[in-house]
């Protein structure tokens, strides 16, 4: 059973930085990444890391956020940046596992102007 805890959102100040956590059950040596949704909108991409270690980012956090992992804990990280009131979501830890996907339970980040 694939089990991702996410961790380390909370309250921050425009401008302000914040690290995400997931911790994952199975090794993060795959297809892995972070989305958030904010109330009344969709899930969006933050970023993704691929098994071979190739990130990607949509412009909306392009240069702010970076996203990585530690093998030997099995976890991966967010590193956000340069926060802005437009970042406030729930954030998912996703990770792709052939033929399925799987989702944590989100951690809340809100960013205050």
């Known amino acids: 059973q694939v089990q991702l805890v996410e961790s380390g959102g909370g309250l921050v100040q425009a401008g302000g930085s914040l690290r995400l956590s997931c911790a994952a059950s199975?090794?993060?040596?795959?297809?892995m990444g972070w989305y958030r949704q904010a109330p009344g909108n969709p899930r969006e991409l933050v970023a993704t890391l691929s098994s071979g270690g190739t990130p990607f980012y949509p412009l909306s956090v392009k240069g702010r956020f970076a996203i990585s992992r530690d093998n030997a804990k099995n976890t991966l990280y967010l590193q956000m940046n340069d926060l802005k009131p437009e970042d406030s979501a729930v954030y998912y830890c996703?990770?792709?596992?052939?033929?399925?996907?799987?989702w944590g339970q989100g951690t809340q980040v809100t960013v205050s102007s």
């Open positions: 199975v090794s993060t040596i795959n297809d």
């Open positions: 996703n990770l792709r596992l052939f033929p399925n996907a799987y």
